[in-house]
Structure formats: structure tokens, C-alpha cells
């Protein structure tokens, strides 16, 4: 089956340093490749998805690239800042029996302190 | 687009007992799935349903049953409940055709006791 890997946690950095966190993937698949974050007390919500290799996603100043040969999609931010406190997925998904199944990794909590 | 919506947002059982959580997904969303998240962090994928057909299953205990309605909304029925379900419960859909966003609802926090 498909699984996902992704940095440690938790992560604690100061505001204005920059972030990396760590994504490697495993499927026998063409997949669709996300990051997801997720608030205290709310549900996980789409940051950015990357439906083709070698190619780059990003928003609100994070951004990760699909690199197809090393299966890896590491999310990357020059400078983080307090309210980016959240846990984060790499997440990835590919069709099956006309559904689509997303798989995460365990998940990686950023705690910026001000 | 009111979002995903799921009720109860809270809930306390007795261990053994029995509960419901709805999921109604967005309009027009026909692509269903259920997670469960322990310990605040794992994502565990439990049941998949597209245009009410059963399309994935994962760690969905045989306790436990979905159901695609013809409205696409879904119910978990929840049985003999064991103190290890204490956890949120997420679903989310997205809509038919290509590689979908999935959308989030706010979750059911489930505790056993």
C-alpha cells in the first residue's frame, strides 16, 4: 500500500527563521501530492497540492516541489512567523476504484515562538 | 458552500453502548471519507464511499458501518464502543472526477468511558 514519512516532531522555531520539513512517499501509483495543515480544535484544510512531478506548490509563502526521482515533496518557508503554529501533513492521493483516498504522514507540529 | 458539516461536535458514551455521527459534505460532493485522529496527530483512513457505493475500506473496526444516503450524506454507526474509539472523528468529501480537493469538517470528538 501507499505510505508517507515526514519529519519528527514537534519542531519549535523563532519567528523569522526559515522552515523544512521532510516528505518521502512510497506508492506504486501515479499520485497527487498535498500538504495539509491543521489548527487546535478544527479539521485539516488544503495548504497545496502538486498533481505533477517536478513541478512546485505553494501558498501563503510555503512551498514544496515534486520530486518524482527521489519520491519527495519537502515543504519549505523562508520565514515563519507565529501564527504558522500548526501541525502539517504531507499527504498524497491517486485514483482508485473511481474514489480517492487520501494517505498522511504521521504529521509534523511547528510550535514559532514570537 | 457552508463546508462539511458533522454533528455531534462532542458526544460521551459508556463503553459498550452505541452512537451515530452524520457528515453532510458539501453540495454537489459526492466523494465521502472517514478518518479517525488519536493522540492528536495520526490520520487513520477508515472508509471511503463515492456516489453511495463502499469504494476503499481501511481501519473501520467490523464494530463500526457507514452509509451513503441518496442525498450523499453519510452516517458511522458506531457499536460496542470500546474505550481505544475515544477520538476525533473526520470526514470530508470532494467532488466527482479528476483529483479532487478533499474538504474538512470540523469533527466528532468521541469519548468513551
Known amino acids: 500500500g501507499d505510505s508517507v514519512t515526514q519529519t519528527e516532531g514537534p519542531v519549535t522555531l523563532s519567528e523569522g527563521t526559515s522552515l523544512t520539513v521532510n516528505c518521502s512517499y512510497e506508492?506504486?501509483?501515479?499520485?497527487?501530492l498535498f500538504w495539509y495543515v491543521q489548527y487546535p480544535g478544527e479539521g485539516p484544510q488544503l495548504l497545496f497540492k502538486v498533481p505533477k512531478a517536478n513541478e512546485k506548490g505553494s501558498s501563503r509563502g510555503f512551498e514544496a516541489t515534486y520530486n518524482k526521482e527521489a519520491t519527495s515533496f519537502h515543504l519549505q518557508k523562508a520565514s515563519v512567523q507565529e501564527s504558522d503554529s500548526a501541525v502539517y501533513y504531507c499527504a498524497l492521493t491517486h485514483s482508485w476504484n473511481m474514489g480517492y483516498k487520501l494517505t498522511f504522514g504521521t504529521g509534523t507540529s511547528l510550535l514559532v515562538d514570537p | 458552500d457552508s463546508g462539511v458539516v458533522q454533528s455531534p461536535r462532542h458526544i460521551i458514551k459508556e463503553k459498550g453502548g452505541r452512537s451515530v455521527l452524520t457528515c453532510i459534505p458539501i453540495?454537489?460532493?459526492?466523494?465521502v471519507v472517514w478518518y479517525q485522529q488519536t493522540l492528536g496527530k495520526e490520520l487513520k483512513f477508515l472508509i471511503q464511499?463515492?456516489?453511495?457505493?463502499?469504494?476503499d475500506k481501511g481501519f473501520l473496526p467490523s464494530r463500526f458501518s457507514v452509509q451513503q444516503f441518496d442525498d450523499y450524506h453519510s452516517e458511522m454507526n458506531m457499536s460496542a464502543l470500546e474505550l481505544e474509539d475515544s477520538a476525533m472523528y473526520f470526514c470530508a468529501s470532494s467532488r466527482t472526477g479528476g483529483r479532487s480537493d478533499y474538504t474538512f469538517g470540523s469533527g466528532t470528538r468521541l469519548l468513551v468511558i
Open positions: 464511499h463515492y456516489e453511495k457505493v463502499e469504494r
Open positions: 506508492t506504486k501509483q501515479y499520485p497527487t
Open positions: 453540495s454537489g460532493h459526492s466523494n
